[in-house]
């Protein structure tokens, strides 16, 4: 028999190098650890829709009969219902377990051990990680201070390698869009340019119709934020013909599970409902945005998304954090080079947001 040790020498080097990513934990954990009743929990920290999947949704899953049965493995009906809500047409559109799926099946069609893949930081941290585990060299082209890209550096940075830029918009975690001029500049690049709208719900713009006269263009969708369904997995791409004619061919045959896509086809049946929760959501956002504003401490950004940044002014963002956190209130805490002392925080219910800010009034 051989040792732990000859086993790791079997492995590839590039997942043994990279860095784990820092996944936020279920409100179960997190009740447990605080020792606070999970219904109790304000939980802001994972930009999830706090009013849920609608119960028309809940009642098919419940009276759904084929679970013994494997899904379509080419997605039909699902494919059909997504390119109707995103204007699109089915072939050119792919679900996947998540939209964090199909980033992982994009970077694994493109990327060699090698490959340069464009990330603008601070964001979205799936794209580096996704990039560590197929080898590939992850160029960071910081943001500017106000958080939009850097167009001219990017470009600048694309070379024969580049096979992949990464743009999340609206942006998470600063909650701002890319403008299309700025995205159709990239797009006169070789490389495949993504736009991830896992947020563009809550900012009523896509990219979507572009994709059909551009060869190089990927827009990423989710049912995890405005449909309410992030534990369900249920994600989605438009991308060029020739994309998906290979996407299908790598991906796994059955990687969209009954249940996610019984859910995301009656969640587009019922459509009202996820709208009324959105605008719902926007309104929200509104008056968190007007009330953390009214705490001199905190520099807060304008948001096109389901969270709101906010830059801790005096240098306690961590000791926030952590205060919160003992009051069952989580937020997203960073303390990265590009963010030092910063909070996310997701919009919640009214009642999150009164909870919230009284908790924040009383600490400094
Ligand atoms: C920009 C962005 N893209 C994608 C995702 C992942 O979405 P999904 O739940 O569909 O994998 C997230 C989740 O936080 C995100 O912020």
């Known amino acids: 028999m051989t040792t732990p040790e000859n086993i790791e020498r079997l492995m590839r080097p590039e997942p043994k190098a990279m860095k784990a990513y820092t996944p936020i934990e279920p409100s179960d954990v997190l009740s447990q650890r605080?020792?606070?009743?999970?219904?109790?929990?304000?939980?802001?920290?994972?930009?999830?829709?706090?009013?849920?999947?609608?119960?028309?949704?809940?009642?098919?899953?419940?009276?759904?009969?084929?679970?013994?049965?494997?899904?379509?493995?080419?997605?039909?009906?699902?494919?059909?219902?997504?390119?109707?809500?995103?204007?699109?047409?089915?072939?050119?559109?792919?679900?996947?377990?998540?939209?964090?799926?199909?980033?992982?099946?994009?970077?694994?069609?493109?990327?060699?051990?090698?490959?340069?893949?464009?990330?603008?930081?601070?964001?979205f941290g799936m794209y580096p990680f996704s990039t560590d585990v197929c080898g590939g060299n992850t160029i960071n082209i910081p943001r500017e201070p106000d958080f939009t890209i850097d167009v001219a550096a990017i470009k600048q940075a694309v070379d024969k390698r580049t096979k992949v830029i990464f743009i999340a918009s609206p942006n998470n975690p600063s909650g701002n869009l890319t403008p299309e001029p700025e995205v159709l500049e990239l797009l006169e690049t070789a490389a495949v340019v993504v736009i991830d709208e896992a947020y563009s719900e809550f900012s009523g713009v896509t990219l979507a119709r572009l994709v059909p006269t551009c060869s190089n263009l990927v827009v990423l969708r989710t049912f995890s934020k405005w449909a309410g369904l992030a534990g369900l997995r249920l994600g989605y791409g438009i991308f060029p013909r020739n994309i998906v004619k290979y996407l299908m061919k790598i991906k796994q045959p059955y990687n969209v599970n009954s249940a996610a896509q019984v859910a995301a086809l009656e969640s587009l049946k019922d459509i009202d409902y996820l709208r009324n929760t959105t605008t719902a959501i926007v309104q929200e956002r509104a008056r968190l945005l007007t009330q953390l504003r009214e705490l001199d401490w905190l520099e807060v950004y304008p948001s096109q998304a389901?969270?709101?940044?906010?830059?801790?002014?005096?240098?306690?963002?961590?000791?926030?954090h952590q205060e919160l956190r003992r009051k069952g209130i989580f937020v997203r805490y960073f303390d990265t080079p590009e963010l030092q002392d910063y909070l996310r925080i997701s919009v919640g219910k009214p009642e999150h947001t009164d909870i919230l800010i009284a908790a924040l009034r009383e600490m400094c």
């Not at 801790?312 to 926030?320: E, H, P, Q």
């Open 306 to 320: 389901n969270f709101i940044l906010c830059s801790v002014l005096n240098g306690k963002a961590k000791m926030i």
């Open 34 to 123: 605080i020792d606070i009743p999970a219904e109790k929990v304000v939980k802001l920290d994972g930009n999830e829709n706090p009013y849920g999947c609608s119960a028309r949704v809940k009642r098919a899953l419940a009276d759904y009969p084929y679970y013994h049965l494997y899904p379509d493995p080419e997605q039909r009906e699902l494919r059909k219902a997504l390119a109707a809500y995103a204007g699109s047409s089915p072939e050119h559109i792919i679900a996947g377990s998540g939209s964090d799926e199909l980033i992982d099946l994009i970077l694994r069609l493109f990327v060699e051990p090698g490959d340069k893949v464009i990330n603008c930081p601070p964001t």
